[in-house]
C-alpha cells in the first residue's frame, strides 16, 4: 500500500483558507483538518481570541500531541490528507521537522484586503495575527529544503479562474485535479472548527468559488492598519512573485 499524500496548505486568516478546505473535503480521495495547532496557539500565546475556551477544549493543547496525529494514519483511510494550516499559530519551539514530511503549498492575499477582513470580526489586530512575517520564514525554510519554491497560490486568482488555478496546483502538488473541487454543498461539516460559528457563516452559505472581490483601496485603510499592511507589503510581494496559475 502506498504511503498517504498529506498536504499542508499554509495561509493567514481572512483569506479563501475554508473555501479551500471545502473544495478539497468535496473529493472523493481525501481527509481534511482545520488548524490543528489553534487550540496549542491560543494556550502558548494566552491571546484573547473569540470562542477561546471553546476552541482549547475541542483541541489537544500540546504542539507534540498535534505533530503525532498529522504523521499518524489518515481520517477515514483516504490517500489524499489536506490540512490547512494558519502559519502565525507557528510559535517559537513549536516542531517544525514534520513539514518535511508534508507536500507544503502556501496561500496568499495582499495585505489590506486581509486586514478589511480581519478587524471585521476582531476589531484588535497587530502584524503577528495576519501571519505574513511567519508565512514568509516558513516558505523560505521549505524553498531551502527542496532547492526551489513550493506552489504559492493567490487567493484572487482562484476566484477569478477556480479551474485554471485549482489544475495547476493539483499538478504542482502531484496530484490528479478533480471537477469535483468547484462545487460542493452549502452547510456546516463535522470536520470545521469549534472557532466556525464566529468566523465560517459567509463558507457555510457557499456552495462554490465566488467572484473575484475589488481590492480595499489604500487610501482609505484607518492609519494604523496601513502601518501594519505597510508592514506585511514585503513579505506579500516575495511569496507574490512565486505564484501559479491564474495571471
Known amino acids: 500500500m502506498s504511503e498517504p499524500i498529506r498536504i499542508a496548505m499554509w495561509s493567514g486568516p481572512r483569506n479563501i483558507s475554508t473555501a479551500m478546505m471545502r473544495s478539497f473535503e468535496n473529493r472523493p480521495d481525501t481527509a481534511v483538518t482545520d488548524e490543528p495547532f489553534y487550540a496549542s496557539f491560543l494556550k502558548a500565546t494566552g491571546i484573547d481570541h473569540p470562542m477561546r475556551e471553546e476552541s482549547m477544549a475541542s483541541q489537544p493543547t500540546d504542539p507534540h500531541v498535534i505533530v503525532e496525529h498529522l504523521l499518524g494514519p489518515v481520517p477515514g483511510g483516504r490517500p489524499i490528507w489536506y490540512q490547512k494550516h494558519m502559519t502565525h499559530h507557528m510559535v517559537d519551539g513549536f516542531p517544525r521537522d514534520w513539514i518535511a514530511g508534508m507536500r507544503n503549498a502556501f496561500l496568499i492575499r495582499a495585505p489590506e484586503d486581509v486586514l478589511v477582513s480581519y478587524v471585521q470580526k476582531r476589531e484588535d489586530v497587530t502584524l503577528d495575527d495576519i501571519g505574513f512575517v511567519s508565512q514568509r520564514e516558513l ?58 460559528p464566529v468566523w465560517y457563516a459567509s463558507v457555510e452559505r457557499s456552495t462554490g468559488f465566488g467572484p473575484p472581490r475589488p481590492p480595499a483601496r489604500r487610501d482609505r485603510l484607518p492609519t494604523h492598519l496601513q502601518r501594519i499592511a505597510d508592514a506585511a507589503r514585503s513579505h506579500y510581494e516575495r511569496l507574490r512573485k512565486f505564484k501559479i496559475g491564474a495571471n
Do not use: N, Q, Y
Not at 149 to 155: D, K, T, Y
Not at 162 to 190: H, N, Y
Open 139 to 196: 516558505f523560505e525554510r521549505e524553498s531551502d529544503r527542496l532547492g526551489h519554491a513550493p506552489p504559492v497560490v493567490h487567493g484572487e486568482d482562484v476566484l477569478a479562474d477556480p479551474r485554471g488555478t485549482l489544475s495547476a496546483l493539483c499538478a504542482a502538488l502531484d496530484i490528479p485535479f478533480s471537477d469535483k473541487m468547484l462545487a460542493w454543498p452549502a452547510g456546516k461539516r463535522a470536520t470545521d472548527g469549534a472557532w466556525a
